[in-house]
T-cell receptor, first 114, second 115 residues
Framework: KQEVTQIPAALSVPEGENLVLNCSFT??????LQWFRQDPGKGLTSLLL?????REQTSGRLNASLDKSSGRSTLYIAASQPGDSATYLC?????????????FGSGTQLTVLP | EAGVAQSPRYKIIEKRQSVAFWCNPI?????LYWYQQILGQGPKLLIQ????????DSQLPKDRFSAERLKGVDSTLKIQPAKLEDSAVYLC?????????????FGPGTRLTVT
């Protein structure tokens, strides 16, 4: 059964810092990995989708990497802004078990202080 | 392009009452998902539809939860009777098809409080 862990659970940084959010998964047989952002009281917004054959994806100030063999992904946020404050969720779609499912981590709650 | 629509946005009910949630996916999306997100946790898949057929409902508590997707477009999720532990945000998502490489797009969710 796939398990996804995100560390840290919460993070507070001053504006302008570069930061890294971590995601690990137990079963490396995955189709893809997706990073989402969730604002309070709102649904999930997809940030980046990395296919299993890819090593990284970039969108603006965001860069996500994937190391399938070690079961790890990182989300790098450059020059953080207060508007980046949100919960960031990592999700993997696996071959094993119910292969149609996305398995989510519990998220990292990010606060960027002005 | 309009996103995934859900209603109501908030609902408060007493335990043992029933409740229903509605979802309208993105136009043209054949696959629809219902997730339950308990506070402090990631979303957990309850049920997945492909058009109007159920693909995966292995984590749906079928003694109290039911869902349907008539005509392969809108969907409703019902809880009857509700328990305190059903308090959560219920998220609906859709994707173009079942291809495992496809992105899922999420609605704003319905926050359910059971008292």
């Amino acid at each position: 059964k796939q398990e996804v862990t995100q560390i840290p659970a919460a993070l507070s940084v001053p504006e302008g810092e570069n930061l890294v959010l971590n995601c690990s998964f137990t079963d490396s047989a995955i189709y893809n990995l997706q990073w989402f952002r969730q604002d309070p009281g709102k649904g999930l917004t997809s940030l980046l989708l990395i296919q299993s054959s890819q090593r990284e994806q970039t969108s603006g100030r965001l860069n996500a990497s994937l190391d399938k063999s070690s079961g790890r992904s990182t989300l790098y946020i450059a020059a953080s802004q207060p508007g980046d404050s949100a919960t960031y969720l990592c999700a993997v779609r696996s071959y094993s078990g119910s292969a149609r499912q996305l398995t989510f981590g519990s998220g990292t709650q990010l606060t960027v202080l002005p | 392009e309009a996103g995934v629509a859900q209603s109501p946005r908030y609902k408060i009910i007493e335990k043992r009452q029933s409740v229903a949630f509605w979802c309208n996916p993105i136009s043209g999306h054949a696959t629809l998902y219902w997730y339950q997100q308990i506070l402090g946790q990631g979303p957990k898949l309850l049920i997945q539809f492909q058009n109007n057929g159920v693909v995966d409902d292995s984590q749906l508590p079928k003694d109290r939860f039911s869902a349907e997707r008539l005509k392969g477009v809108d969907s409703t999720l019902k809880i009857q009777p509700a328990k305190l532990e059903d308090s959560a945000v219920y998220l609906c998502a859709s994707s173009f098809d079942r291809d495992r490489g496809r992105e899922q797009y999420f609605g704003p969710g319905t926050r359910l409080t059971v008292t």
